[in-house]
């Protein structure tokens, strides 16, 4: 996708084939900067630090961080190790569990003296997976775009929380994709980008996402939403997710759920884009099963921004001695979900839906 007419990625190799290049996403929107990983270790901090974040930009991290690992060492041991360590930084992200079971087993049988050369190859792969069904959710999300916009006949107003947009992927997003692909394709729209606290994903990767594309966008207060939607201003959501289960319960950024009862109360479909790797195929019951991460209360009490002039600020918003608590994620039930695109194609959010669109994967 685009910054500034270039075209880029979130994460690839270094011009050595070695270390792991990413964009720094901690400074954006203000500053364009890159971070290099050279080991596990800079690759678990990355994700724990959300320098990178996403849950399929997290899975091809975590595989990136294992090869890093097996460049340094390759046995059965360090493997284990460097797993543990990488799986441990965020716990709901259903990708990262998913590319680090894959690369362990992959190069458990292979000899130790070839498992450089396979632990890059494979985690390359994942990537290259991620952008071929980023791209496909794109194509099957603004198919149901496009039709909205045959039938209403006037410009959409779609709304999205969170980041779900290239940022959040190796290349066109999830959430997003289907936005980029209906605007390329002609369809006029605007979107309602929610905020997003407490990191503000949504005013500062969203937009700046949106903005490189040249997608007319607004930034809302996370709480706009439901008016809008009352007052007939919000023709579709859509979102991502981070962990999706077996029957079609959406986890996803905190907040997702109340937008979610909006949509249902005012009869706005709501959407969720994801990859396969991101259906949780173990578990039914997202309101029980899935672990929500609790992150920093620094995180709420404190913003991040540009001060007037140009400096990167760090200010205080509650009073000294104030309680904070930040889920990172809430669970939106399968019922709320009028459906789910994935790189396969659109189902129901339901148990039937998913095993019909992945009879392969559900048993």
Known sequence: MRIDGRDYRTIWLDDDGRRVNVIDQTRLPH????????????????IADMIVRGAPLIGVTGAYGLALAVASNASDAAIDAAYAQLLATRPTASNLRWALDRLRSVL????????RSIAYAQ????AEEDVAAC?????HGAGIIEEIFARKGRRLNILTHCNAGWLATVDWGTALAPIYKAVRAGVDLHVWVDETRPRNQGASLTAFELLGEGVPHTVIADNTGGHLMQHGLVDMCIVGSDRTTRAGDVCNKIGTYLKALAARDNDVPFYAALPTSTIDWRISDGVRDIPIEQRSAREVTH???????????????????????NDAFDVTPARLVTGIITERGVCAASAEGLRALHPDLAD
Not at 31 to 46: F, G, P, V, Y
Not at 135 to 139: E, H, R, S, V
Request: charged share 25%; proline share 4%; net charge negative.
């Open 108 to 115: 458990a049988r292979a000899p130790v003296g070839e498992r």
């Open 31 to 46: 500053r364009l900067e890159t971070c290099t990983l050279s080991n596990s270790t800079d690759a678990a901090r990355a």
């Open 303 to 325: 913003i991040i921004g540009r001060a007037a002039d140009g400096a990167i600020v760090e200010v205080q918003l509650t009073p000294d001695g104030s309680a904070a608590r």
């Open 123 to 126: 985690a390359s792969a994942i």
């Open 135 to 139: 791209a496909a959710i794109g194509d």
